[in-house]
């Protein structure tokens, strides 16, 4: 594993506390069976934080786009794939704790940016964590692919559409090791419209079940 202080350099933030930052980098699989603390809490507050810097920064710059636009672009800046591209823009898999049982690390780079975005957050401030990311997303915030949209994405799109509640996903279940589990959910649009799906992560799991939906909808 490559010493933290190149990661550091990389993003041009030094962390006044690395424990915010080794937690960032360690994944469930590497602390299971152990009370060494993994990356999912920062994960849920890096996806929040990252959203809101991406909305504002869309909102600013797009003064002429309409709603259903915006959610379009935003989509795209914090889907999945686009993570897992300036996560190896970074490298952030030569810094990640993991065990040796994980045969991918496509999902998990994608979940450690944004535990990394949240680590960052923590240690320092808003406007702080705003300059990372707006240097990170910059190429991507001026070459906006909306050809690319995930699947959960468009479903959204399709509810906006038809004027439909937006979508929730629920877990139902969550099994098998911690290196290797399998996530089961319930993407619902109204009382009598959801599907169900499973997927080696829980992003896979919510992509798989609005893939699902989108299909049964056309077929109707």
Known sequence: M???????????YSFLNLSNLKEALTHSSYSEGSNNKNYERLEFLGDRVLGLIIANELFL???????????????FLVCKSTLKKIASEI??????????????????????????????????????????????????????????IDPKSRLQE??????????????LSKTGPDHEPKFKIKVIVDTCTFSVAEGNSKQDAEINAAKKLLKEISDQ
């Open 2 to 12: 490559k010493d933290v202080k190149y990661l550091m350099k990389e993003i041009n």
């Open 158 to 171: 399709w509810c906006l559409k038809y004027k439909k509640k937006l979508p929730i996903y629920k877990l």
């Open 61 to 75: 710059k797009n003064k002429n786009s309409s709603e259903g636009e915006l959610a379009k672009k935003l989509s």
């Open 91 to 148: 490298e952030i898999e030569k810094y990640l704790k993991y065990s040796s049982r994980i045969k991918s690390l496509d999902g998990i780079k994608a979940n450690a940016l944004e535990a990394l975005i949240g680590a960052i957050y923590l240690d320092s401030n808003f406007e702080d964590t705003k300059t990372i990311i707006l240097k990170l997303w910059k190429k991507y915030l001026k070459n906006i692919n909306l050809s690319k």
